[in-house]
């Protein structure tokens, strides 16, 4: 059974920071593409950042400087570190592990993250 499991979420003023986890389990992790994806309300799913089975990262324009995504593969960990967090970051930030080709995807169950004064 394959599970992806979120944390780190949580409501931050504008300008703060939080450090996103996500531990997966059932998968051979060093062999996944792991990335970070969120959606707003009322708004569809977006790519937010993904790091590679060779720890390549790519980030969407509207985080690059901001966000880092890294991985542990011994820990079967993705981490997103989030930094400058505006109130536009506001989502429910989704865990995505996906197979070479894209056979195979998996989704997290997703941490919120509010950023309000």
């Known amino acids: 059974q394959v599970q992806l499991v979120e944390s780190g979420g949580g409501l931050v003023q504008p300008g703060g920071s939080l450090t996103l986890s996500c531990v997966a389990s059932?998968?051979?992790?060093?062999?996944?593409?792991m990335g970070w994806y969120r959606q707003a309300p009322g708004k569809q799913r977006e790519l937010v950042a993904t790091?590679?089975?060779?720890?390549?990262?790519t980030y969407a324009d509207f985080v690059k400087g901001r966000f880092t995504i890294n991985r542990v593969n011994k820990q079967n960990t993705v981490y997103l570190q989030t930094n400058s967090l505006q109130p536009e970051d506001t989502a429910v930030y989704y865990c995505?592990?996906?197979?070479?080709?894209?056979?195979?995807?998996?989704w997290g169950q997703g941490t919120q993250v509010t950023v309000s004064s």
């Open positions: 059932g998968i051979s992790f060093k062999f996944y593409t």
């Open positions: 790091i590679t089975t060779s720890n390549s990262p």
């Open positions: 995505n592990a996906h197979s070479p080709g894209k056979t195979l995807n998996y």
